[in-house]
């Protein structure tokens, strides 16, 4: 009798991350997990070298007296280097601070004084000063580690002549309710807030991203999916994908961070593209350019492959287009070669293809899966299902996640992957509702069906609850962004300033970026202490003394060095009040009523723009 043999379950899933690297391992051996820069490409990491590398440093980090729970503050540059280190801190039982490799002192010094961790892993010298100068705060801060200095062998030294059961019996003592990461991300508010994810947060927001790519990653061979990561990718984007690709067996590169992306995308060939929509929006116009520089012929032929393929795309087949598709086929070969040629699918978490480009890269044979998640949904909330496109959404919500607009149109998020609020905040700041929807600051719609229709972000402050304001997508490849979510990063940092409470950058459709800001009251009375003023001066005068005009000049001033010119905040103004709903520019529910704003300062936003530079700004 003929028998066909017992399929072999998958492992279960990992409580704790911690576990991942040992799975990994189990799962696959001595197969390839991870791909590492390298001279002319890269190098293949399998899955014993993985858990070598990240037990290394994780005993590194518990001889330098690391605890179970303790916090370690990493804003090394993304990559591989710094997976490893994110990996490694699990595994003994800590907790990842994130912050951009890339921020400014002030936000670093936030992020010091708000988590005080007990070691730390920075990119340069010039982080290594921001924490030397608050030593005297962060009693509790023992080693602080330099990436460019000696790299990982410092972390992993201390830790060589330790037993690797150390390791084990940490994974083995974390459970899934711990805290695995904060994430220092922007609320309405524009403040500068810790996100803290526990272990069951981020693997429950994996692994519900894993589910719904089951029927792309069916369709290839075992080991066979890769997914390459862009330079700029890292903080909760890399984790996620990382994480992801461990618990569906995908092997994940990293890119060289000195070299163009859309080049090692054509040479690495993924099969899972993890992307944005600028990113796929500019290969195809790369491509379009090209058969124009053919002649009009070249021109003219593209143009017709491109309403083919969006017909194909959006399933409209006639008996004649299956020879016109072979007519045609030499330009979509030019695009699935731009992307490697062996690209199944593409994952856009970010969302916002144009319908008609995300039709056309479905007739390609190459679906856009468009997502929407943010940084306090564990990186993704609701993601297209494949085989189901309907362009301009960005899905229903994944399996155990639920989905619900307000009153007011806002989009409300419940689910395994929601985060339990902001570190060190007062219950009353936490944008959980207590009913467990997390308030996400961005308008939308759904449909009867539960897709997602994702809008603009909510321009309002709230007070009571906070929301983030950029849905935080789970790659980015360096490509160009959006002058908001520009503005929002410059808000954030001057924000980072303990003097500043609120801050509006202007700048879209005018010549240059400008600001409004104002300055909170308690941080004017301390002002008026330490300065020795009388008790009877009004604080409005104190926001506008030249000292502390000084004092803003020189934060926005830092903000510029690591701006681009045509971003940097030329002018700005401090207003001797803070936004309030008895001034009529906060709605009841403590939003910010931005056009009410912009018209009651209307006269000292023109002003702005006289000015040449921003040292004649207020």
């Known amino acids: 009798m003929r028998q066909s043999p017992t399929p072999v379950p998958p492992p279960p899933r990992p409580e704790v991350l911690g576990e991942l690297a040992y799975l990994s391992v189990q799962r696959d051996g001595d197969g390839t997990v991870l791909h590492r820069p390298a001279e002319g490409g890269w190098r293949d990491v399998d ?33 591989y280097e710094r997976t490893l280190v994110v990996f490694a801190v699990w595994a003994a039982g800590g907790v990842v601070v994130e912050v951009p490799p890339n921020c400014s002192p002030g936000l670093l010094r936030r992020a010091l004084r708000d988590s005080r961790p007990a070691v730390a892993v920075l990119r340069d010298q010039r982080q290594t000063r921001v924490a030397a100068s608050l030593q005297h705060e962060l009693v509790d801060l023992g080693r602080v580690w330099t990436v460019d200095d000696a790299g990982l062998e ?42 803290v994810l526990t272990h069951r947060n981020l693997l429950a927001a994996a692994g519900a991203a894993v589910d719904r790519l089951a029927p792309v990653l069916a369709s290839m061979p075992a080991g066979a999916a890769t997914t390459l990561l862009g330079p700029r990718t890292g903080g909760l984007a890399s984790c996620s994908a990382v994480v992801a690709g461990v618990l569906a067996g995908v092997r994940v590169g990293f890119a060289h961070p000195e070299q163009v ?106 679906p856009v899966l468009e997502g929407f998640g943010l940084a306090q949904t564990g990186g993704v909330a609701a993601l297209t299902v494949p085989g189901q496109p309907r362009p301009g959404t960005v899905g229903p919500a ?47 719609e759904l449909d ?71 300055l909170k009251r308690d941080q004017l009375e301390y002002w008026r202490l330490i300065n020795n003023l009388p008790l009877s001066t009004p604080l409005e005068q ?8 000084a004092e803003i000049r020189r934060v926005v001033e830092e903000v510029n060095n690591g701006v681009p010119p045509e971003l940097m905040i030329r002018a700005f103004h401090v207003l001797p009040e803070e936004f309030s709903q008895a001034s009529g520019l906060l709605l009841p529910s403590g939003r910010l009523r931005r056009d ?23």
């Open 47 to 79: 899955a014993t070298e993985f858990l070598t590398s990240v037990t290394r440093l994780a005993r590194g980090l518990i001889a330098a007296g690391v605890g179970l729970g303790d916090r370690v503050l990493v804003a090394a540059p993304g990559g």
């Open 154 to 195: 410092a972390i992993a030294k201390p830790g060589a002549y330790m037993d690797g059961t150390a390791v084990r019996f940490r994974v083995e003592e974390s459970t899934a309710q711990d805290t695995a990461l904060i994430h220092y991300t922007v609320t309405p508010q524009r403040r500068v807030r810790g996100a």
């Open 261 to 366: 992306f859309a080049h090692q995308v054509r040479e690495f060939a993924p099969t899972l593209l993890v992307t944005d929509a600028a990113f796929l929006t500019r290969v195809y116009e790369v491509e379009r350019s090209r058969a124009r520089q053919g002649g009009w012929d070249g021109a003219q032929g593209f143009e017709a492959a491109t309403r083919l393929a969006v017909d194909l795309g959006r399933k409209k087949r006639r008996p004649w287009q299956r020879m016109s598709r072979a007519i045609y086929d030499w330009a979509f070969a030019r695009v699935r070669d731009a992307l490697g040629g062996q690209v199944r699918a593409a994952v856009c978490v970010p969302g916002g293809l144009e319908p008609r480009l995300a039709y056309f890269y479905e007739g390609l044979g190459i």
């Open 398 to 444: 994944v399996d155990g996640v639920e989905l619900k607009t307000a009153d007011d149109g806002e989009v409300l998020v419940r689910g395994p992957g929601v985060f339990a609020g902001y570190h060190n905040a007062v219950q009353e700041d936490t944008q959980v509702l207590p009913d467990g929807w997390l308030a996400t600051g961005r308008l939308g």
């Open 448 to 518: 009867e069906q539960g897709y997602l229709t994702v809008r603009e972000a909510v321009p309002q402050v709230r007070s009571g609850r906070e929301a983030e304001v950029p849905a935080v997508g789970v790659v980015t490849d360096g490509t160009a962004r959006s002058a908001t979510a520009d503005y929002v990063d410059l808000e954030t940092q001057l924000l980072a300033h303990p003097l500043i409470s609120q801050v509006i950058v202007l700048g879209e459709g005018r010549p240059y970026a400008t600001a409004l800001i104002t």
């Open 542 to 549: 104190i926001a506008l003394a030249p000292e502390v005009g």
């Open 596 to 618: 009410a704003v912009l018209r009651a300062f209307a006269d000292e936003i023109e002003a702005l723009y006289a000015p040449p530079s921003i040292e004649e700004g207020r």
